[in-house]
């Protein structure tokens, strides 16, 4: 027996939200219950990691593995894979804007330098640590402390119109902090509630306008299932 599939995919391309994963994590959850004996939750998960290598160019499970966990995922190993969930604070939503334009992955890794000074590789390595450590005492004060990439940001930002605006207009409304999804252009804030959340996208999307650039605006729960079967009516 043969099967035919046809995705349909609400996802820009060259957008920075993990396009190519989500249509290798798709194809294997859709697998998985196709084929006898039914795949097992790491054989999909090692088959989705070797699509995304073939979309991307590179075996990473930055976005592979939380998409089939659902929300906060530390991926500390693939070569043997080593996932680590991480506690979600209770309300905290996520907003992501996508302005209407593309980055290629190409693209954003050019502008990367070959080597990071010390003194950057130490601070970002405790900002992750105080994030992790604030998602699971609930301090949304830290959260917002801890959301400072001074790794990649500040190269990549430049490639994105509005950019600093954009974060300033977010805080401004009550996000907790942000920073670029993926290799951009898109943009993501964390906000403690829902409806800070629809406050922090009104801000985030007027000012790409102020760049003559219209955005498309999701919030979402960062505590959210991850792939799934859904019966269809």
Not at 26 to 34: D, I, P, R, S, Y
Not at 97 to 110: D, G, L, V
Not at 176 to 199: D, H, K, N, Q, Y
């Amino acid at each position: 027996m043969s099967w035919r599939a046809t995705p349909e995919k609400g996802i820009p391309l060259s957008s920075g939200v993990g396009g190519s994963a989500a249509s290798a994590v798709a194809a294997m959850k859709a697998a998985q219950v196709l084929v006898d004996p039914p795949l097992s939750d790491d054989e999909v998960l090692h088959y989705a990691l070797q699509g995304e290598a073939v979309a991307s160019g590179a075996l990473h499970g930055d976005n592979v593995v939380p998409m089939l966990h659902g929300g906060l995922v530390l991926t500390r190993s693939l070569d043997p894979l080593d996932v680590v969930p991480i506690a979600v604070p209770e309300g905290l939503f996520t907003v992501l804007a996508h302005p209407n334009m593309q980055i290629s992955t190409r693209s954003a890794r050019a502008v990367l330098p070959q080597a990071f000074p010390v003194e950057a590789i130490v601070q970002q390595t405790g900002n992750l640590a105080a994030l992790i450590a604030a998602c699971y005492e609930g301090d949304y004060a830290l959260i917002g402390r801890s959301l400072d990439d001074v790794l990649i940001e500040p190269y990549r930002a430049r490639l994105i119109p509005g950019f600093d605006e954009v974060m300033a207009g977010a805080r401004e409304a009550g996000a907790l902090g942000g920073s670029i999804s993926g290799a951009g252009p898109s943009v993501f804030a964390w906000c403690e509630t829902e409806a800070i959340a629809t406050r922090v996208g009104e801000a985030m999307s007027e000012a790409f306008a102020t760049v003559e650039l219209d955005a498309d605006i999701w919030t979402a729960p960062v505590d959210s299932a991850g792939a799934r079967r859904i019966e269809a009516n």
